[in-house]
């Protein structure tokens, strides 16, 4: 399981128009704390396409239905993504996913940054 980034990239690495896009599928699962794999890359160093496409593989994962498990709520998700927020994933990526999402304020709002509602 741990190797599958570097299948992904063994695999898509011939399509030439896929080449710069390759670091998505090879550094989705590093973490902004540098505990992800496969190179521990943390911070900054994650490229930021992949940091995006995280967040994304993220909620899909966890709100799906899997055969050996439910799919978390909305909410549920929503609040994993938030307590992951400078350590799993990129703070300012997270709260613009949010953001986005309509689960916190826009910060170009005049409101007040609040909690998950």
Excluded at 22 to 41: F, K, M, N, Q, S
């Amino acid at each position: 399981m741990r190797r599958h980034p570097e299948h992904a990239v063994e695999l898509l690495a011939p399509f030439h128009f896929l080449q710069p896009a390759l670091d998505i599928p090879y550094c989705h699962h590093e973490r902004w704390d540098g505990t992800g794999y496969p190179e521990g890359l943390r911070g900054e160093s994650i490229p930021l396409n992949a940091r995006i496409i995280a967040l994304a593989d993220v909620y899909d994962a966890i709100t799906d239905e899997r055969p050996y498990r439910h799919g978390m709520a909305m909410g549920e998700a929503y609040d994993f993504i938030n307590r992951g927020a400078g350590t799993l994933f990129d703070a300012s990526l997270s709260r613009l996913f949010l953001e986005t999402m309509g689960k916190i304020p826009d910060s170009n709002s005049s409101r007040e940054p609040s909690e998950l509602q």
